[in-house]
């Protein structure tokens, strides 16, 4: 068995001994006078009686008590039964023969309890003192040594030393209110608000330097703000400058692209011209097994010897097409009431060197050699011959040299030799003005008439075939040379105009891509009208967005050609 020295419980084991003393510790008794602890309840009611009783009534000094020890000074019960009750709890929690109780476990009649049991302990209390001074044999000497062992309080901020704790309150109050956390309410010291937080203080020069304490943090703050607005600024810069440089690139690499088509399109990728191309596609063939290799060998003979002298070799070209259609109309067409036929025209067709981008050559080769034999241009074009391609485009370079479409000159680079250039109405404009032959290029830039047809372009053809006609013959063979008609990707020729019966208007086209064996099929003598139907272009059939048309007029002077060059 272990006795407990503080309040002489005895419990079976040391365990059980621990657990004690935390209950001691948890409710430690501290005099709410002079802060002295470690003695369990009947000596603190002992020292508070005799070092204490002048100052305070003994019912005050147990609510001091009560108050210090679970801090509920903030409660104003002064009644008995409020005494009773905390002392009630302080005495429970100290004395082993009375265990702890909660509020909840007091019968109805507590109040009338407490007061008997307050008077009985404050009883015990007096003669439990009397009863220590006999047995010990305590003097008065040493009643006073006890009494001067605890000492009234002194002011902690100025030393000053009051009779009890309610006078040394009050001095703290009074005279160190600025030291404390919130002045007195009923002193009449001047406060100060901070405007930025709402602290109170006593001291206008405290105000000002903690005002500007809030100054500095802002404008430290305001600076941080600007730096992290500076850089988020930098950062977007760069973004965007990095945003721009691939937008940039990429448009560089499609431009690219494009300009790479385009010269792949137009001829201009350096990958050969007409001789590099036929040898390729003859190569071909052979490897096919659709040429012989001897017949290879001819055929590259005679191109080379072609392109020595400069002439056309006449394997794509098909004559006699312009009397064809004179007999046809003669002598078979019903549905036609009139029509107007250019000057003896010679078709030629593209070939394996030309395939594909050879339209105006070809084209110029026809109107060529239509203007060959007219007498009206045989000064100008004097010893002449159809050219071959390589040749038409030395032809055009030279134009270009004695000063002939500058801007023209420019786009190709000042080059067709050995390439797949394409070439227009410009060009054949050019070419015909170099070789004193008169001519003026039309444009027929937009749509006039319904569904994007060009109902003008026909007008204006007719009224070039049918000014010289005089009365209205079926048949008129006129003396004026085709027609040069371009549109976007493809030329052609206009060999004549037939107006029928219902007063449609109707071309007569040579196409170049149209080979020499369809066209052998109007040869015939029996032609059928299904035979023209590649020859006739309605109203109806001519829908590109824009036309142009290079339209011969007759020879030009030595001057005016100089004078064309300007």
Not at 149 to 156: A, D, I
Not at 191 to 218: A, R
Request: proline share 4%; aromatic share 8%; charged share 25%.
């Amino acid at each position: 068995m272990l006795s407990c020295d503080i309040c002489g419980e005895t419990v079976n084991s040391e365990p059980d001994m621990k657990a004690h003393l935390i209950v001691h510790m948890e409710n430690e008794i501290i005099c709410p006078f002079c802060k002295l602890s470690g003695i369990n309840y009947n000596e603190i009611c002992f020292h508070i009686e005799t070092a204490h009783f002048e100052q305070n009534a003994p019912e005050k000094n147990f609510e001091k008590l009560a108050a210090v020890q679970y801090g509920n000074s903030d409660r104003k019960n002064t009644n008995l039964q409020s005494t009773a009750e905390v002392t009630s709890g302080i005495h429970s929690a100290c004395a082993s023969n009375f265990p702890k109780e909660s509020s909840e476990s007091l019968p109805k009649d507590r109040t009338v309890k407490h007061e008997a049991f307050y008077t009985e302990n404050i009883t015990e209390s007096r003669k439990y003192q009397k009863s220590r001074e006999k047995k010990s044999g305590l003097s008065e000497a040493q009643g006073s040594i006890y009494e001067t062992t605890y000492s009234p309080p002194e002011c902690p901020f100025c030393g000053k030393i009051e009779g009890c704790s309610q006078d040394m309150e009050i001095h703290v109050k009074t005279k160190h209110a600025s030291l404390l956390e919130s002045p007195l309410k009923d002193c009449h010291q001047p406060l100060y608000d901070c405007p930025m937080c709402g602290l109170v203080c006593t001291n206008y020069h405290i105000l000002q330097e903690h005002v500007d304490l809030h100054l500095e943090e802002s404008s430290f703050q305001q600076g941080m703000d600007r730096v992290q607005c500076s850089s988020d600024r930098e950062l977007a810069h760069r973004l965007q400058q990095e945003e721009d440089r691939k937008r940039k690139s990429e448009e560089s690499r499609q431009e690219r692209e494009e300009f790479q088509k385009l010269q792949r399109q137009y001829g201009l990728d350096n990958s050969g011209g007409y001789k590099q191309q036929q040898l390729r596609h003859m190569e071909l063939e052979v490897n096919r097994g659709r040429m012989h290799p001897s017949e290879f060998h001819s055929r590259k003979a005679d191109m080379l010897e072609s392109i020595a002298i400069g002439i056309d070799d006449g394997k794509t070209k098909t004559s006699g097409i312009i009397e064809a259609l004179h007999r046809y109309y003669q002598n078979t067409a019903t549905d036609v009431r009139c029509v107007w036929l250019s000057t003896v025209v010679d078709h030629f067709h593209s070939s394996f060197g030309d395939k594909g981008w050879g339209c105006g050559y070809r084209n110029f080769q026809m109107l060529l050699s239509s203007l060959l034999q007219s007498d009206v241009y045989g000064d100008c074009l004097k010893g002449m011959a159809v050219p071959c391609i390589p040749k038409i485009q030395s032809m055009i370079e030279d134009a270009w040299n004695e000063g002939f479409d500058p801007q023209g000159a420019s786009q190709l680079n000042n080059k067709l030799q050995g390439t797949k250039a394409w070439i227009g109405a410009c060009e054949i404009y050019t070419l015909l003005t170099s070789l004193r032959v008169k001519c003026r290029i039309i444009d027929f830039h937009k749509s006039t008439g319904p569904l994007g047809t060009h109902p003008r372009l026909f007008e204006w053809i007719l009224n070039y075939y049918s000014s010289e006609t005089e009365g209205t013959p079926k048949i008129v063979c006129t003396s004026k040379p085709p027609i040069y008609l371009q549109h976007q990707g493809h030329s052609r020729i206009v060999v004549g105009i037939e107006e029928r019966k219902n007063r449609t208007l109707c071309l007569l086209v040579f196409d170049p891509g149209c080979p020499s064996r369809e066209m052998q099929k109007l040869l015939k003598q029996d032609m059928e009208a299904g035979s023209l139907r590649q020859l006739r272009k309605s109203v109806g059939n001519l829908k590109h967005k824009q036309y142009q048309i290079v339209a011969v007029e007759g020879v030009l002077s030595p001057e005016e050609k100089v004078v064309s060059i300007g």
